[in-house]
């Protein structure tokens, strides 16, 4: 029986162990499941153009071991909305330790202000296989003093139209080209809002890896070359100065016919006000 116990007790801590000494480069290789990109391994937004965090202020660099990892948004002075897929390795949840937000810069590794995540509260339906319910809240240790570089985005109400052709802004990090260098500073562009039913349609033949929900929204071309892609996960899709939707998933980058997808905030206002009480 004591030697069972140990064994047992062993097993636990090597699954501890194993799930909490994910590198940057394991972080990197998972987040090709939400952009398969034909070996494309870059992440970029795709067409954008470099602005500076002061007309972004609410952008957050999500670090893991002081490594860009992904985006996510300031909603208030202690509170950052990013998406569920960023905080874990598959199904197991990163250890909050090891994640930081950068605040304030237009670099993703310099400037600015670090904070430690003092809490991960991710949705408790989401699904890794669909990437439904893929949304995530951060509790900050301390709270943010807001100036000419940091200030939150408002949420959008419960009851926000999404009106399809509405110009949506994505902002982010990562490489401009396939196999280019990743640029030091933040990146913008501006893609059409798609409804739901035309979104559906790009993906109907098998090639997203889920259907679009009502958890979801898909903005972008359709004839592709503007886009974000996978270092920019997380990130915030921004309507008339508020927070619509969060950066999920896509089939490639930009691809033909193959709009992004994101995390539809307005469907999740009631579970943000919630937890935050926003």
Known sequence: MVLKLILVLCLIFVGIKSASVFNAESFASYHERFHPTNND???FIVGGLPVDISS???QVSLQYWHRHM???ALISNLWVLTAAHCTKMFIFPLPKYSMSVRLGSRFQ???GFVYQ???VIDHPQYNFNTIDYDISLLRLGRAVTFG???QPIPLPSRDQALVPGSVCTITG???LTQGGVTPAGLQMVQVPLISNESCNQYYSTGTGPAAITDGMMCAGSPYGGRDACQNDSGGPLVV???LIGIVSWGYGCAQYQAPGVYANVVFFRDWIQQHSGL
């Open 41 to 43: 391994t870059s992440t």
């Open 240 to 242: 008339d100065g508020l």
């Open 148 to 150: 000419n570089t940091i």
């Open 56 to 58: 972004y202020r609410y």
């Open 70 to 72: 992904c985006g996510g």
């Open 109 to 111: 590794q310099n400037e």
């Open 117 to 119: 995540i003092a809490e």
């Open 173 to 175: 990090w990562g490489t």
